[in-house]
């Protein structure tokens, strides 16, 4: 078992169907009333690769990356058309989207860390497999510059600074991202004129912790 990191033909995945999953445990009283527990602190995310499949090329070009995968054996990055950004997917990247951290004069690492918003209860993914040469990073709103001022692990997505930020300084960063993931069956099934006539095999992506 391995990490590749590698990404996943990315003209497929766009037209791929999938999100977040969550787990929760709801308990339905006779009475009707409920209680509902998480089970997952994390979301998990799951994709359909299958419906990104438009000709026969593309179905050869997954059963090929499929292959040297093992199956369900090794990882490999995923992109997320609909999440893929330290912001939204549309808006251009800068170095004050996220805040990862606040320097104390002696920390020198911090994680990538995306942060969804709402009224109440915002929630903070870790963000593992940034994309290389799509970082920025600033303190208390000043750019940093990469080899000179920090480098960043693009496997684990750690940002290291050559020198601790400053007390209550505040880290932020601006970023692209991918999902760790890995295919979700050791198969694929598919009738090549079913195929050509319209319909596309299931192929099952499943995130994975890192």
Same mark, same amino acid.
């Given at each position: 078992m391995a990490f590749h990191e590698v990404l996943f033909p990315s003209d497929i995945s766009r037209g791929s169907s999938g999100g977040p999953r969550r787990l929760t445990d709801v308990v339905t009283?006779? /009475?009707?009333?409920?209680?509902?527990? /998480?089970?997952?602190?994390?979301?998990?995310? $799951?994709?359909?690769? %299958?419906l990104g499949l438009r000709h026969m090329d593309h179905l050869y070009t997954a059963i090929e990356f499929f292959e040297a995968r093992r199956?369900?054996?090794h990882g490999f990055r995923w992109k997320d058309w609909s999440d893929f950004k330290s912001g939204s997917p549309t808006s251009t990247i800068t170095n004050a989207d996220q805040q990862i951290g606040t320097g104390n004069g002696v920390i020198t690492v911090f994680q990538l #860390?995306?942060?969804?918003? $709402?009224? $109440? /209860?915002?929630? #903070?993914?870790?963000?593992?497999?940034? =994309?290389? +040469?799509?970082?920025? =990073?600033? *303190?208390? %709103?000043?750019?940093?510059t990469i080899t000179t001022d920090y480098t960043i692990d693009t496997t684990t997505g750690l940002v #290291?600074?050559? =020198?601790?930020p400053g007390n209550t300084l505040?880290?932020?960063? +601006?970023?692209?991202?991918?999902?760790?993931v890995r295919f979700d069956q050791d198969e694929?099934? =598919?009738?090549v004129e079913l195929f050509d006539s +319209?319909?596309?095999?299931?192929? $099952? *992506?499943?995130? *994975?912790r890192i």
């Amino acid at each position: 078992m391995a990490f590749h990191e590698v990404l996943f033909p990315s003209d497929i995945s766009r037209g791929s169907s999938g999100g977040p999953r969550r787990l929760t445990d709801v308990v339905t009283l006779r /009475s009707g009333f409920e209680f509902r527990n /998480s089970l997952w602190a994390n979301s998990r995310r $799951s994709y359909n690769a %299958g419906l990104g499949l438009r000709h026969m090329d593309h179905l050869y070009t997954a059963i090929e990356f499929f292959e040297a995968r093992r199956g369900r054996l090794h990882g490999f990055r995923w992109k997320d058309w609909s999440d893929f950004k330290s912001g939204s997917p549309t808006s251009t990247i800068t170095n004050a989207d996220q805040q990862i951290g606040t320097g104390n004069g002696v920390i020198t690492v911090f994680q990538l #860390t995306k942060l969804y918003s $709402s009224s $109440s /209860s915002p929630y #903070t993914r870790e963000i593992k497999k940034p =994309v290389a +040469g799509s970082l920025t =990073v600033a *303190i208390n %709103g000043v750019a940093k510059t990469i080899t000179t001022d920090y480098t960043i692990d693009t496997t684990t997505g750690l940002v #290291t600074f050559l =020198v601790a930020p400053g007390n209550t300084l505040s880290v932020t960063a +601006g970023f692209e991202f991918d999902v760790p993931v890995r295919f979700d069956q050791d198969e694929i099934l =598919v009738n090549v004129e079913l195929f050509d006539s +319209g319909q596309v095999p299931d192929l $099952s *992506i499943m995130e *994975i912790r890192i």
